[in-house]
């Protein structure tokens, strides 16, 4: 090696942490990610490994291998790929996708509808943030299996139950994010404002809830999927002769002694979720193109729904 190269190598700027790389190299590295998961899940089923040979036992003419894992406790995936179109018609599959779906936007649109206000309020009143403090600490830090039991006993047994659930479960999430997004609004729009003389109503609604907006709008996307997870808790009873959802049709599977529906599922409420997010986030940058650099398309609507129930009172210098 030469004098040179070692300086050379001391004059390169350090990798850089944290950086962002090209959306073609991150699509690559998740399809290898995929490729990586579906290679162990054939490796680990299928006959592979020769089995041992006792002491003194003859040989046998044909050698014989057998999966790692027995396909009783995982099938393979050539198993549950072949097993899908009876699982889509006989096990009403996109039926209980429905039905999932529709709980989980109840439920959260509940906890949304209800919190973020409750969020915003909590952040521009003390008053109100000290009041609703033990309330988010306790529901964040509740076990979420603890619920189900108390929402039996407060809503019976059926759909609303489930919805309750959901709402409990993620509406005190939806308070605190709400409640730090607009604290985390600087304090020079607000003296600005105030300097113009906006009156408090229009500081909360022309101000802070407008620049605290993106940042709310990203906590529910993420949360959304929270939510996602915690329905198959809610669907672990079945009301009626009414379909049940995806964790009913894992439980019924389960009782069956069937393993390919149960893996189906769970392969594709990440899809799904996935598919949502995806959405949700297209949305977010469209509404939010400053932020996030989306073309803004919904911007203009968004702005007028918002300020539709706002005073139209300028600001007075």
Same mark, same amino acid.
């Given at each position: 090696?030469? #004098?040179?190269?070692?300086?050379?190598?001391?004059?390169?700027?350090?990798?850089?942490?944290?950086?962002?790389?090209?959306?073609?190299?991150?699509?690559?590295?998740?399809?290898?990610?995929?490729?990586?998961?579906?290679?162990?899940?054939?490796?680990?089923?299928?006959?592979?490994?020769?089995?041992?040979?006792?002491?003194?036992?003859? #040989?046998?003419?044909?050698?014989?291998?057998?999966?790692?894992?027995?396909?009783?406790?995982?099938?393979?995936?050539?198993?549950?790929?072949?097993?899908?179109?009876?699982?889509?018609?006989?096990?009403?599959?996109?039926?209980?996708?429905?039905?999932?779906?529709?709980?989980?936007?109840?439920?959260?649109?509940?906890?949304?509808?209800?919190?973020?206000?409750?969020?915003?309020?909590?952040?521009?009143?003390?008053?109100?943030?000290?009041?609703?403090?033990?309330?988010?600490?306790?529901?964040?830090?509740?076990?979420?299996?603890?619920?189900?039991?108390?929402?039996?006993?407060?809503?019976?047994?059926?759909?609303?139950?489930?919805?309750?659930?959901?709402?409990?479960?993620?509406?005190?999430?939806?308070?605190?994010?709400?409640?730090?997004?607009?604290?985390?609004?600087?304090?020079?729009?607000?003296?600005?404002?105030?300097?113009?003389?906006?009156?408090?109503? #229009?500081?909360?609604?022309?101000?802070?809830?407008?620049?605290?907006?993106?940042?709310?709008?990203?906590?529910?996307?993420?949360?959304?999927?929270?939510?996602?997870?915690?329905?198959?808790?809610?669907?672990?009873?079945?009301?009626?002769?009414?379909?049940?959802?995806?964790?009913?049709?894992?439980?019924?599977?389960?009782?069956?002694?069937?393993?390919?529906?149960?893996?189906?599922?769970?392969?594709?409420?990440?899809?799904?979720?996935?598919?949502?997010?995806?959405?949700?986030?297209?949305?977010?940058?469209?509404?939010?193109?400053?932020?996030?650099?989306?073309?803004?398309?919904?911007?203009?609507?968004?702005?007028?729904?918002?300020?539709?129930?706002?005073?139209?009172?300028?600001?007075?210098?």
């Amino acid at each position: 090696m030469s #004098q040179s190269e070692p300086a050379a190598a001391a004059s390169r700027p350090p990798a850089r942490l944290r950086g962002a790389i090209s959306s073609e190299a991150a699509f690559l590295w998740g399809v290898a990610a995929i490729l990586t998961v579906l290679s162990g899940w054939y490796l680990i089923t299928t006959p592979l490994f020769p089995v041992p040979v006792e002491a003194g036992a003859e #040989q046998p003419t044909e050698r014989e291998y057998v999966p790692l894992v027995s396909p009783v406790m995982l099938p393979g995936p050539a198993a549950v790929f072949e097993a899908v179109p009876g699982i889509v018609t006989q096990r009403k599959l996109v039926a209980n996708t429905l039905v999932t779906l529709r709980r989980v936007v109840l439920g959260f649109g509940l906890a949304a509808l209800v919190g973020v206000p409750a969020g915003i309020a909590a952040a521009c009143f003390p008053a109100v943030r000290a009041y609703l403090y033990p309330i988010t600490i306790f529901g964040r830090n509740i076990p979420v299996a603890a619920l189900i039991p108390l929402t039996f006993f407060l809503f019976g047994i059926g759909e609303f139950q489930k919805v309750m659930f959901l709402f409990i479960a993620a509406v005190a999430f939806v308070v605190s994010d709400a409640t730090a997004a607009v604290l985390e609004v600087p304090e020079r729009f607000v003296d600005t404002a105030r300097t113009l003389g906006a009156s408090r109503w #229009q500081i909360i609604t022309k101000v802070l809830a407008p620049l605290a907006a993106p940042a709310i709008f990203n906590s529910l996307r993420l949360l959304f999927g929270l939510a996602f997870g915690y329905v198959m808790l809610a669907e672990l009873v079945k009301f009626g002769s009414d379909s049940g959802g995806l964790g009913d049709l894992i439980n019924v599977s389960q009782r069956r002694g069937e393993r390919e529906p149960i893996l189906v599922v769970l392969i594709m409420i990440p899809l799904l979720a996935y598919t949502i997010d995806r959405a949700l986030w297209w949305l977010q940058c469209d509404l939010f193109p400053y932020r996030y650099g989306g073309k803004g398309r919904l911007k203009g609507l968004w702005q007028r729904l918002f300020h539709a129930a706002t005073p139209r009172a300028e600001f007075r210098p």
